[in-house]
Each structure stands twice: as structure tokens, then as C-alpha cells.
């Protein structure tokens, strides 16, 4: 039995290597060939890092060797860290806007496996920022939660998709003055469960000015948290808005 086993394994195995090679799967961003890979060489290089030194805190870029920027110093936000793998430019903004409106969860995978490649926040369970009712109901998924899965199943962290509510409608914050986001997700998030203790990793895919985060991560330690990290794909930098 276990002879027989071991060359099934095998051939899977095998069929696995050979499949993209007979079967190469198309570049997400421009559409040529692209092997195993969900982009192609060529597109992965175009990806762009966030620039270091950044901000330990919000993940701001600092042109400086520092822990944390001017803005966290002077007034700190709920949350403790930030860790994010790209600037939301071109063409990683493309994913991010394939996965939201196109419905290209491969993005997810692929956002996803490149935040696993590098650093790893510390925590004891995953929480996706949650969207609201009706616009859950308009997209068929929540995109925080689908870069979640891969992320809390690699980490062997629970992830929780129902202790984090977002309880109204906001405006979009892309669509807000800079100033204005974080009025507008104030009090827009509940929480049912007790985090007592617990360090929470808060993923998703975009993080502008944080006010979304601060949020999440304010309402987070209201119920407990003694530590909140955000693990996102992309940061704006200010400069870009």
C-alpha cells in the first residue's frame, strides 16, 4: 500500500513540474507566458519595493535611519507596526485593482505570496479589515480576507473573519482628501470578541494614510488587544496622492 502511495506521490509530483510547461499560465498584468508564475519575469521586476528605511510604526518611507517618523512620534496611532511589501504604483496597484474589481483572485495569491517572502509580524491571530454589508454584498468577497488565507494558513495563526464588524458605509477613502479619511472611518468598526492579551495581525490590501487601520486597531484594544500589527501589500506614499 504504502509502495503504491509513494508512486502516486510521485506522479503528482511529476504532473505538477509538467503541467506548466504544457500549460504555461498567462502573466496577470501582460498576458504573456509567465511558466508556474502568476506574472512574468519581466513584470515582477517592474513590481515596486517600498523605499527604506521606513517607519516602524506606519511604514512611511523616512530617507533617514530612524525606528519611527516625525508623525507617529508626535502623535502615535492605535496601532503598534506596520509591515507593507510594495508601493502602491504601477503595476502593483494593477493587482490590487484586478483583485477588487476585476475579480482576479490569483492577485490575492500572488500579493499574498510576495508579503510571505519577506519579514513576518509577530501575532497569535489574523484579522482581515472587514468590509461593510452592502459592499460585501456588491463584490461577492472581501479582498482583505482573501490575501488573509494564505497568509494565516503559512504562519499556522486562526484566522477570524467575524469578531471584526464594520457596522456603516463610508466614502471611499481613495476618493477623500487626505485629511478627511480618518474623520470618516471613525466609529465605523465593532468588535465581538474578547481579544484580552492576544497581538492581532490586521491584513489588507491597501493602506493610504492608516486612518483606516487606526481605526480598526482603536477599536481592537477597546476589546483587549495588547498588541496590533498591520501586514498589508501596498502603501501610498504621500507623495503619490
Not at 509513494?6 to 498576458?31: E, W
Not at 484586478?98 to 489574523?126: C, E, I, N, Q, Y
Request: hydrophobic share 50%; with cysteine; aromatic share 4%.
Amino acid at each position: 500500500m504504502s509502495a503504491a502511495l509513494s508512486i502516486l506521490s510521485r506522479l503528482r509530483t511529476g504532473l505538477n513540474h509538467l503541467l506548466p510547461v504544457l500549460l504555461p499560465q498567462a502573466c496577470l498584468l501582460c498576458g504573456q507566458q509567465a511558466g508556474e508564475q502568476a506574472l512574468c519575469a519581466a513584470c515582477r521586476a517592474d513590481l515596486p519595493p517600498l523605499p527604506l528605511p521606513c517607519c516602524q510604526i506606519c511604514a512611511a518611507p523616512l530617507g533617514y535611519a530612524a525606528a519611527a517618523c516625525g508623525v507617529c512620534l508626535a502623535k502615535p496611532p492605535a496601532f503598534d507596526a506596520t509591515l507593507a511589501t510594495w508601493q502602491y504604483a504601477f503595476p502593483a496597484d494593477r493587482l490590487v485593482l484586478m483583485l477588487k474589481f476585476g475579480r482576479r483572485l490569483a492577485s490575492a495569491d500572488f500579493l499574498a505570496a510576495g508579503m510571505l517572502a519577506g519579514a513576518h509580524p509577530a501575532g497569535d491571530v489574523v484579522v482581515p479589515v472587514p468590509l461593510a454589508r452592502q459592499r460585501l454584498a456588491e463584490r461577492g468577497f472581501n479582498q482583505a480576507v482573501e490575501i488573509a488565507r494564505p497568509l494565516a494558513r503559512a504562519l499556522q495563526l486562526p484566522l477570524d473573519v467575524s469578531s471584526l464588524v464594520r457596522t456603516r458605509e463610508t466614502a471611499t477613502q481613495s476618493q477623500l482628501p487626505w485629511r478627511a479619511r480618518q474623520g470618516n472611518v471613525r466609529h465605523a468598526f465593532s468588535c465581538n470578541t474578547d481579544f484580552s492579551g492576544k497581538a492581532v495581525i490586521v491584513v489588507d490590501d491597501v493602506m493610504t494614510t492608516g486612518a483606516t487601520l487606526d481605526a480598526v486597531a482603536r477599536t481592537l484594544k477597546d476589546h483587549g488587544a495588547s498588541r496590533v500589527s498591520n501586514w498589508v501589500a501596498t502603501r501610498v506614499l504621500k507623495t503619490l496622492i
